[in-house]
């Protein structure tokens, strides 16, 4: 008796936990009730209010709902992990089964599987919309931004501001998304400073919160005085905030968690790939795309700059700025160097996406402990 | 360097709250698997706490709270209705994540109150301090790290110095032995539990308010599990339970400061060594075979006084 009620109550306990997770909620909610609405399932690897990398995403959904009035409904599944197969599957079941026509998965891991469902033929009244893969079909598309333009532009803030030359870079892992972005904003503060050199720390992890915030420290603590981060936390802007440095955040234009440091940060419009999307979809003009949006497109921004940021950072950013919304400055335009000397972009030419993204390399200037 | 021994030292923290509240709960013969549930929720209700009432202290008592109603729910389940102790650890660990996860939501992205932030803020000990290298290291840290060191002094004595202690050790080495000779066994396994989850609700508690000041889901993120290990590693005695900690919380920064030391290594060697070391140490152990170092003989067999 004593170990049937001991089972049922590890049991209730295990349940009490798949019943916290995973319940699928509508998003913004206001499209009650129209039965012809086209409905579109969101997959999110963290939570919709993380406060960074799935919010950018959810406030894009929202954006979205919003825009159509009614004719769009969403649907959103959170903390799916990018590694449970079995997982993603069902939560884009779960999604179709509710009705959902169109299928966005928000992280990479989403991919594979994704392309799958799109691939067998079981799925073909559904549209997949996958961000930051490659992966196409004849119902499944892509899309992604080209963060190097903000990147750039908080690169020069960095620049202007810093007193002692040296800038925090807090990396996820040494890999071509991250690099690119070191690479932007290294070139954005040597375009107004050239003594200035970014030392990087990887912390070989996509969420560790606490590792974020002691990356920062140690940075803080070899004497960088603003700190930027390709990672999902506000830890490096609280740790810059206790040292009395300045910070750059990204995802999402969050001052909040420490005012005392926070400059800017790159952010995701992602609603500007979404309303078009789905407009064509209702339309059934939509074709399968690659889609990499820009600063032109709208789809990638800086944040409202902050009040810490120099009157001459503010110029020199606008300047640039204006050229990337007119779609006349190109980031990796040579010659650029990397950090052991070798020239990866010869003199008078630029490297657009495909280019860009075969970057394994850090240009002059940064620098992390890998070799 | 110094900097780094500094934020070793701090990183180290959680670690040792963690190892020392599994190490108590081991020795009185239960394997608590739960720690990195515990510490979750206690990271999560200590964040709580201090975030709607800005009391350092409410918060520390949350997290203490917190860690010991999951080690209650342990020491229930295995202790008087005698389920495997393994299959209820890992059970408490998921249970831990989710109720982390759906208490923690609302709070994603908060940041703790000033009051409670400046009360975990470094501060030095006076004349300790200032003594050379030593001084800034150990004794220049915040309040946690103090009540780290006390911790340890305070069980090494309990464990080896005490009647209480080693009527806790005998519970844990021979139950049916202890049981005979008088001693209270099932009031012994439930203190000792429910006392090693509250460490654990610290451990985790560290992380959520000085670490990382602001709420984030999974703070913890394998950190209960590395304990776990850390007290086979350090042969269930507190002082090395201690020195290990230390060790490992700094290798586990190490890859993040090698470019300010100068170290030329490839991180992903070096964020592998606390692993290595694992392993290393479990081996030597195992092959030295000491008679002290040897896990307590009942750990984790449930106790049925009649089968004697």
Redesign the interface.
């Known amino acids: 008796m004593?170990?049937l009620?001991?089972?049922a109550?590890?049991l209730a306990?295990?349940l009490?936990?798949?019943a916290?997770?995973n319940s699928p909620k509508s998003g913004a909610g206001s499209a009650e009730g129209a039965d012809d609405a086209l409905t579109v399932g969101f997959i999110y690897i963290g939570?919709a209010?993380?406060?960074?990398y799935t919010q950018a995403h959810h406030n894009g959904a929202v954006a979205m709902e919003e825009y159509f009035e009614g004719k769009v409904k969403t649907l959103v599944m959170e903390?799916i992990s990018d590694t449970d197969k079995q997982a993603i599957r069902s939560a884009a079941d779960s999604l179709i089964d509710q009705g959902a026509t169109v299928v966005v998965g928000t992280s990479f891991g989403f991919g594979d599987t994704l392309y799958e469902m799109a691939q067998s033929g079981d799925y073909d009244g559904v549209k997949f919309l996958h961000f930051s893969g490659n992966l196409m079909a004849d119902n499944m598309g892509n899309y992604f931004g080209a963060t190097e333009e903000p990147r750039y532009l908080t690169g020069i803030i960095a620049g202007l501001q810093t007193k002692t030359n040296k800038l925090g870079y807090v990396g996820a892992y040494p890999y071509t998304e991250v690099q690119i972005g070191i690479n932007a904003f290294t070139l954005g503060a040597q375009s107004v400073n050239p003594d200035v050199e970014v030392?990087v720390?990887?912390?070989?992890?996509w969420?560790?919160?606490?590792?974020?915030?002691?990356?920062a420290?140690?940075l803080l603590?070899?004497g960088c005085d603003v700190i930027a981060q390709h990672c999902d936390?506000?830890?490096p802007q609280?740790a810059a905030e206790k040292a009395g440095a300045l910070a750059i955040g990204y995802n999402l234009d969050?001052p909040?968690?420490?005012p005392g440091a926070w400059l800017t940060a790159p952010i995701w419009r992602h609603e500007a790939f979404l309303i078009p999307t789905i407009e064509k979809i209702m339309a059934g003009s939509w074709t399968p795309e690659s889609y990499y949006g820009t600063m032109k497109d709208g789809y990638m921004d800086i944040a409202k700059l902050s009040s810490l940021v120099s009157p001459e950072a503010q110029a020199a950013v606008e300047q640039v700025k204006e050229k990337m919304l007119a779609g006349e400055f190109h980031v990796f335009t040579g010659p650029i160097q990397d950090n052991k000397g070798n020239t990866v972009v010869q003199e008078g030419e630029t490297l657009y996406r495909d280019g860009i993204w075969k970057t394994d390399y850090l240009v002059q200037g940064a620098?992390?402990?890998?070799? | 360097m110094e900097?780094?021994l500094i934020?070793a030292v701090a990183?180290s923290t959680?670690l040792i709250f963690a190892t020392l509240g599994e190490l108590v709960t081991e020795k009185s013969g239960s394997l608590n698997l739960g720690v990195e549930g515990m510490m979750l929720m206690g990271a999560v209700v200590g964040f709580m706490a201090g975030f709607n009432t800005g009391s350092p202290a409410a918060a520390l008592l949350g997290a203490m709270a917190a860690g010991a109603g999951g080690a209650l729910?342990f020491a229930f389940?295995t202790v008087?209705?005698?389920?495997n102790q393994v299959?209820?650890g890992l059970?408490?660990t998921?249970?831990g994540?989710?109720?982390a996860?759906?208490l923690g939501?609302p709070m994603?992205?908060l940041?703790e109150p000033k009051s409670v932030a400046a009360f975990f803020s470094k501060k030095g000990i006076p004349f300790l301090e200032d003594i050379p290298f030593f001084g800034p290291i150990f004794f220049k840290q915040d309040v946690m790290v103090y009540a780290g060191y006390a911790l340890t002094a305070l069980l090494a004595v309990y464990m080896f110095k005490t009647k209480l202690g080693l009527n806790m050790r005998a519970t844990g080495e021979n139950t049916a032995a202890a049981d005979a000779s008088g001693v209270n066994v099932t009031a012994h396994k439930y203190a000792h539990v429910i006392f090693g989850g509250a460490l654990c609700g610290l451990g985790g508690a560290y992380?959520a308010l000085v670490?990382?000041?602001?709420w984030?889901?999974?703070?913890v993120?394998g950190?209960g599990w590395i304990a776990v290990a850390l007290v086979i590693f350090a042969s269930w005695r507190p002082v090395k339970a201690f020195a290990v900690s230390l060790v490992f919380g700094g290798l586990?920064?190490l890859?993040?400061?090698?470019?300010?030391l100068g170290?030329?290594?490839?991180?992903?060697l070096v964020?592998m060594l606390p692993y290595l070391a694992t392993i290393a140490i479990v081996v030597v152990s195992a092959y030295r075979n000491r008679k002290g170092d040897l896990p307590p003989g009942d750990l984790s067999v449930p106790y049925f006084r009649e089968e004697r």
């Open positions: 004593k170990k009620l001991a089972l109550l590890a306990m295990a009490t936990v798949s916290c997770q939570n209010n993380d406060g960074g903390e030392n720390v990887y912390i070989n992890s969420y560790d919160p606490a590792k974020e915030s002691q990356a420290e140690a603590d070899q936390t506000t830890g609280l969050n909040t968690a420490a620098s992390s402990a890998d070799i | 900097s780094f934020a990183a959680p729910l389940l008087s209705l005698r389920a299959v209820t059970t408490l998921i249970f994540k989710g109720f996860s759906f939501q994603l992205g940041v992380l670490e990382v000041p602001v984030q889901s999974d703070v993120v950190r586990s920064i890859g993040l400061r090698m470019q300010s170290l030329h290594i490839s991180q992903y964020d």
